[in-house]
């Protein structure tokens, strides 16, 4: 059964500092990993899909990497603002059933 | 592009009581989900489709809950009766299919709470 866990629960960090959220899954059989973000009172927003032929991904000032062997992914973000406060989420798309299924999140707080 | 649409964004029902949900897809995509999202967890899949047809439904409590999706397009999933345990923000999403590099498009969600 395909499980995906992110640490930590909640982060919170001053403007300017570089970040990096974890994400990790216990089956490898993925065609894809997403890492979704999540503002209060909204719905899912995708920021980087890595498919599981790639390593990694870039938008901007997000990078996100997937070593698929080890069941990992990351998520860096460079020179945190304020406005990228909200919960990310990473959703693996699992061959099994071709389910995507997501981790429970890390809620980052950036403060001005 | 216009988003997934669904509503109603907010729904206050007894328990008991029935109640419905409606999600417009982005136009063109063939898949569609629901998801229901608990507070402080992720989203967990209820029901998946691909056009009109059901690819996924594992984990809809049938009992209670339905779901169809006419014409391949709009989609409606329904709860009767609701239970105290279904309060939750009911996500739909859709994607252009069953493609590796197809990423997931989400509406705002309707939040049901169930007194």
């Known amino acids: 059964k395909q499980e995906v866990t992110q640490i930590p629960a909640a982060l919170s960090v001053p403007e300017g500092e570089n970040l990096v959220l974890n994400c990790s899954f216990t089956?490898?059989?993925?065609?894809?990993l997403q890492w979704f973000r999540q503002d209060p009172g909204k719905g899912l927003t995708s920021l980087l899909l890595?498919?599981?032929?790639?390593r990694e991904q870039t938008s901007g000032r997000l990078n996100a990497s997937l070593d698929k062997s080890s069941g990992r992914s990351t998520l860096y973000i460079a020179a945190s603002q304020p406005g990228d406060s909200a919960t990310y989420l990473c959703?693996?798309?699992?061959?099994?059933?071709?389910?995507?299924?997501f981790g429970a999140g890390t809620r980052l707080f950036v403060k001005a | 592009e216009a988003g997934v649409a669904q509503s109603p964004r907010y729904k206050i029902i007894e328990k008991r009581q029935s109640v419905a949900f409606w999600c417009n897809p982005i136009?063109?995509?063939?898949?569609l989900y629901w998801y229901q999202q608990i507070l402080g967890q992720g989203p967990k899949l209820l029901i998946q489709?691909?056009?009109?047809?059901?690819?996924?439904d594992s984990q809809l409590p049938k009992d209670r809950f339905s779901a169809e999706r006419l014409k391949g397009v709009d989609s409606t999933l329904k709860i009767q009766p609701a239970k105290l345990e279904d309060s939750a923000v009911y996500l739909c999403?859709?994607?252009?299919?069953?493609?590796?590099?197809?990423?997931?498009?989400f509406g705002n969600g309707t939040r049901l709470t169930v007194t």
């Open positions: 489709f691909q056009n009109n047809g059901v690819v996924d």
């Open positions: 999403a859709s994607s252009q299919g069953q493609f590796f590099n197809s990423p997931l498009h």
């Open positions: 089956d490898s059989a993925i065609y894809n």
């Open positions: 136009s063109g995509h063939a898949t």
């Open positions: 890595i498919q599981s032929s790639q």
């Open positions: 959703a693996v798309l699992h061959t099994g059933g071709f389910k995507t299924i």
